[in-house]
């Protein structure tokens, strides 16, 4: 049986936290929570297929230039090559999951704007 409470946890960014709730090189589910103005860096996968599902908040998912908020009980799959970057814009921290296949791991490409 697997938690937020008993699986590993790492940092990421500025304060934000990730729990290791299947970690496969075939797939990858996290738990995260981004508390309020913090951004992971732009970036796209060539191969992992990516699912935000979020939990708690509203998370604010710039994809492909366009602006997705996404609510409690909502989600959003991203494709492998398109150009996303995952925000907190609101005023109030954010949790949420994120479903790869396979890993990200690997196949991670910043982009700078």
Known sequence: M???ENAEHYKWG???DGWYLVNR???LIIH???PPGTSETRHFHSVSRQFFFVLQGELTM???GEKHVIKAQQGLE???GLKHQARNDSGFPVEFLVISHPTPRGDRTGLTA
């Open 2 to 4: 697997i938690s937020k």
């Open 14 to 16: 500025d304060n934000c």
């Open 25 to 27: 090189q075939d797939m």
């Open 32 to 34: 995260e929570k981004m």
């Open 62 to 64: 710039e994809l492909e």
């Open 78 to 80: 991203i494709a492998p």
